[in-house]
């Protein structure tokens, strides 16, 4: 590993309530929960005075609202977010050589070399308070020689401030923090870790690298590299996506098969306007349903590629008359694209007939003109919460996230 590396991890403390307290002053100082506003919607966004009472991201509106009834409820914005969010992007775009920005209010920068002329910490921390005067915004940085231990370091600054950890040091200082601060420990894991023994990552430090292999697979070596504060993965300043999806719960569980299939036939025809748009062919079609119970299935098929819509509805419809059954309501459903290559749709010769492309052609002219929603299938009218995003731009998706539909 590089010992001469020097990463540098940037999160926005809280941010769309910074967002928010930045347009709005009145909300400085109170408990604000920012995400889906119904009984259905989960928090996506909360302050630290919220914290207090136990609440956080992820967590049913229902519940929080039990925990800190006089918490401020917001529904959140996203093209406020996305806007500050730009600025953001834009102070640390000006400023640094290479950075990543891995989510609306998360960015690594890799300021390696940089402290021959300037001094990584003091180039961090100037850009820092530049992006607090310039915006208004709090933000906490750590910064190491890999991408693990400044997140882990970010996540100990806050809320606004920093942390640098100096080479040689990462092993001390991780190992009396929990698991579950390592970057990939979920639940899922970190329940395995804890019939083991295992809180601490001075635990897994000790621990002989074949006894994680054995018990978590693969991820288990991946968690004991960083355990030990080892990680080469770069800086990079562009990811190409390997899929697409998108994914509705409903306000109401529901039977309404015509409803349903609507929905798919919507999120079908947007994902493959997206395809289309980003010159994208897909190859592997993926339909998700969960229901009332919280059972979820997905199942998958591989097609050949294309990104038409007389091409990829069908299949999904299919996907979805597998796993539906009529007499259990539905909570979620989702519909995904993978194995994505470049390319422009290939004519088949017996499949393929002028109408259909002709069509798609023209309805994608609407599109670009007038928007992405300016023109669709009968059968999907009533879905309106399509995405408009266009995951093919290489910024990652604006939308708040764990918002419900």
Request: some cysteine; charged content about 25%; hydrophobic content about 35%.
């Amino acid at each position: 590993m590089n010992k001469n590396r020097n990463i540098v991890h940037m999160d926005l403390d809280t941010f769309f309530v910074s967002c928010e307290r930045h347009t709005d002053s009145s909300l400085n100082g109170k408990p604000i929960l920012i995400g889906g506003t119904s009984d259905r919607g989960v928090v996506a966004s909360c302050s630290y005075e919220a914290r207090k009472f136990g609440i956080h991201s992820a967590m049913p509106m229902r519940m929080a609202k039990q925990l800190c009834p006089e918490a401020i409820i917001l529904r959140g914005n996203s093209g406020v977010y996305t806007k500050f969010s730009n600025a953001v992007t834009d102070v640390i775009k000006e400023s640094v050589p290479l950075y990543e920005k891995t989510s609306i209010d998360e960015f690594y920068i890799d300021l390696t070399g940089m402290d021959k002329f300037f001094g990584c910490h003091k180039l961090a921390s100037e850009l820092r308070q530049k992006i607090i005067k310039e915006t208004g915004l709090p933000i906490s940085f750590g910064l190491s020689l890999n991408k693990t231990v400044s997140k882990i370091a970010t996540g100990e600054a806050k809320p606004n401030n920093e942390i640098r950890i100096l080479s040689g040091t990462e092993k001390p200082f991780l190992a009396p923090l929990s698991v579950k601060k390592i970057p990939m420990v979920g639940n899922v894991t970190y329940k395995a870790l804890c019939d083991l023994g295992v809180k601490r990552i001075h635990t897994i430090q000790e621990m002989p690298m074949e006894l994680m292999h054995k018990v978590l697979g693969k991820n288990g070596l991946v968690i004991w590299k960083k355990a030990n504060g080892i990680d080469n993965s770069p800086v990079v300043q562009y990811h190409e996506r390997k899929s697409i999806s998108t994914e509705r719960t409903f306000n109401q569980d529901t039977t309404d098969v015509t409803k349903l299939k609507g929905m798919v036939v919507a999120m079908t025809e947007n994902l493959a306007y997206q395809l289309r748009r980003g010159h994208k062919l897909t190859a592997c079609v993926t339909f998700k349903i969960r229901y009332s119970d919280f059972q979820t299935y997905t199942q998958q098929q591989r097609i050949p590629y294309s990104a038409m819509d007389h091409m990829l509805i069908p299949v999904v419809l299919d996907l979805f008359k597998k796993l539906y059954h009529r007499r259990l309501l539905v909570r979620l459903i989702g519909v995904k694209f993978s194995h994505l290559v470049e390319g422009g749709h290939q004519i088949n010769l017996f499949e393929d007939n002028e109408m259909h492309l002709n069509l798609t052609n023209a309805m994608d002219k609407m599109r670009e003109r007038y928007g992405d929603r300016a023109v669709m299938s009968a059968a999907g009218m009533e879905a309106k919460t399509i995405s408009r995003f266009n995951p093919f731009n290489g910024e990652p998706p604006p939308l708040l996230p764990n918002r419900r539909h």
